[in-house]
């Protein structure tokens, strides 16, 4: 119980050193990852169309 305790207090105490993003840092970078995930859709959506292309023509 006392161990659990422990716990508790260092995760409060390193929760109190976390530096969070701004809001403009959090746009940005949920902007980054929307970006990011579109791309690599479209590019292996891409890849993938012409690679059952090839693939239906042999």
Do not use: H
């Amino acid at each position: 119980m006392i161990r659990l305790w422990k716990f508790f207090k260092s995760v409060v105490a390193e929760m109190k050193l976390v530096v969070w993003p701004n809001a403009k840092q959090t746009r940005t970078d949920t902007v980054t990852v929307i970006g990011t995930t579109i791309f690599f859709t479209a590019f292996l959506g891409i890849i993938d169309w012409a690679v059952q292309t090839l693939l239906i023509k042999l």
